[in-house]
């Protein structure tokens, strides 16, 4: 059994062994966020083609919408189920192995869709991969967590955020360059391509399985019985998981409602000034591809930024101060952003303080969930917090085919962008639910936290 804490430190106070832990975690969240968006890059060419249908027919471009609706919605439905029960596995078979199961689940998940002769089949490739990615990011956060040094659980979890705007920074890089570039005369065949490059996390979970061993903590109770999702809500956990259910729910409303409608929206904007200067269809396509690009980049860039603050604002305010600044940013940023008339180059910049504030309070979660619970608990508890929320974002995917295909599908757009603010107010009003764990160390055994 490796040490967690011996070596030579380096860096933030950790020992290579420590950053080896990190970077592992880093990688399975940033694949997994990678793999997870891996279709909505390919729907327009691998919709078509699974139907039989001519690509960019206007019959294509409609069964295109309807089934990135539907298996956007199966996939936040399977990653929930996949986060709450396999986060029950990890504390009863350990991190590790818990990791390299589901990276290996999204993986093969992901490449297998390449070969796909059917929607059926897709759906079925999509379902595995959904489970595992909803499963990792339980076990790399309470990896992470019960390894680094406590003075360093802020930096460390913060740290591990920052693979998923990167995460999605890569996506869209593989489909453009594998699509966009080496096959762009091949669309039937560029995005099953693009599916295959999902095997990469394949190799990086041998390479946890060879240097990364379990943590410690989870070794010295690895003997105790193991708990069930039921005990989340006895009297001895139920605060610590409303506190971080509460605070996770609001942050996934507001993220999935962003991220399924600011790319849609740039792209008829982008569609309305091609009309407007009469261009040609190859430069309105050209438009329309840049704006959705740059309202993405925004957001991506404004949420990679966000996630690294909260590194100071959790370790010199707390945590709970931490969310009343995410949230009262958001519900300003969203306001700001939606309300007035912006000229389009104007609101992609904006995206960057919504990015900011919705996507960067995630970078909180990976260390503030797993310091609600006790180390037999820990990754049952996170695992559940986080991921129970997506239930209800599922949602925002059938929304989005409604509003799209409605009339004036803009303003309804601008409307429920808008409208996400109020969820933002929603969570300071629930802020009284929050526990505050600044300066504790984590917890091994279950026992009373006074806040």
């Known amino acids: 059994m490796v040490n967690d804490d011996t070596g030579k430190r380096s860096c933030l106070d950790m020992t290579g062994y420590q950053w080896t832990v990190l970077l592992a975690a880093w990688l399975g969240w940033g694949f997994d966020v990678f793999d997870g968006l891996l279709f909505n890059y390919v729907a327009p060419?691998?919709?078509?083609?699974l139907l039989g249908l001519r690509i960019g027919s206007p019959e294509a471009k409609a069964a295109t919408l309807q089934w990135v609706g539907i298996l956007t919605a199966l996939l936040l439905v399977f990653w929930a189920v996949g986060g709450i029960l396999i986060g029950r596995v990890c504390d009863k078979i350990g991190?590790?192995?818990?990791?390299?199961?589901?990276?290996?689940?999204?993986?093969?998940?992901?490449a297998a869709c390449a070969a796909a002769p059917n929607m059926a089949v897709l759906i079925a490739c999509r379902i595995v991969a959904a489970l595992g990615i909803g499963g990792e990011w339980a076990?790399?956060?309470?990896?992470?967590?019960?390894?680094?040094?406590?003075?360093?659980?802020?930096?460390?979890g913060a740290l591990l955020y920052t693979s998923a705007p990167l995460g999605l920074f890569l996506a869209q890089f593989v489909d453009k360059t594998i699509s966009g570039v080496v096959l762009k005369g091949s669309p039937e065949t560029s995005w099953r391509f693009v599916f295959l490059c999902g095997l990469v996390p394949a190799a990086v979970a041998l390479i946890v399985r060879l240097f990364v061993k379990e943590p410690e903590r989870w070794s010295r109770v690895a003997d105790i019985v193991h708990p069930s999702l039921r005990e989340l809500f006895s009297r001895d956990h139920l605060r610590f998981t409303l506190s971080g259910l509460s605070m996770a729910v609001v942050a996934l409303l507001m993220w999935w409602t962003n991220n399924a409608f600011m790319p849609s929206m740039a792209?008829?904007?982008?569609q309305l000034e091609a009309a407007k200067q009469?261009?040609?269809p190859a430069s309105a396509t050209a438009l329309v591809?840049?704006?959705?690009?740059?309202?993405?980049?925004?957001?991506?860039?404004?949420?990679?930024?966000?996630?690294?603050?909260?590194?100071?604002?959790?370790?010199?305010?707390?945590?709970?101060?931490?969310?009343?600044?995410?949230?009262?940013?958001?519900?300003?940023?969203?306001?700001l952003t939606y309300g007035p008339a912006w000229p389009p180059d104007v609101r992609f910049k904006l995206y960057g303080l919504v990015g900011l504030s919705v996507?960067?309070?995630?970078?909180?979660?990976?260390?503030?969930?797993?310091?609600?619970?006790?180390?037999?608990l820990r990754a049952t508890g996170a695992g559940f917090c986080y991921n129970a929320g997506r239930f209800m974002t599922a949602a925002m995917a059938i929304a989005v085919v409604i509003v799209i295909s409605g009339k004036e599908p803009v303003g309804m757009m601008m409307k429920i962008l808008f409208g996400t603010g109020f969820i933002a107010v929603l969570g300071l009003l629930l802020l009284p639910l929050v526990v505050e764990t600044r300066g504790r160390e984590l917890l091994d055994e279950a026992r009373t936290m006074v806040t």
Do not use: Q
């Not at 792209?267 to 982008?270: E, I, W």
């Not at 709970?320 to 009262?328: G, S």
């Open 289 to 335: 591809t840049g704006w959705r690009t740059d309202a993405n980049t925004w957001f991506n860039l404004g949420g990679l930024v966000g996630t690294l603050l909260t590194i100071p604002v959790a370790k010199h305010m707390g945590r709970r101060p931490m969310f009343v600044v995410y949230l009262l940013v958001s519900a300003v940023s969203i306001f």
């Open 267 to 270: 792209g008829f904007l982008g």
């Open 278 to 280: 009469h261009l040609t």
């Open 359 to 376: 996507f960067g309070m995630f970078g909180s979660f990976t260390f503030y969930l797993p310091e609600l619970f006790p180390t037999r």
């Open 45 to 49: 060419n691998c919709v078509p083609t």
């Open 139 to 156: 076990a790399g956060a309470a990896m992470v967590a019960e390894v680094v040094p406590e003075k360093r659980r802020v930096e460390a």
């Open 95 to 110: 991190r590790t192995r818990t990791l390299l199961i589901t990276m290996g689940m999204y993986a093969l998940g992901t």
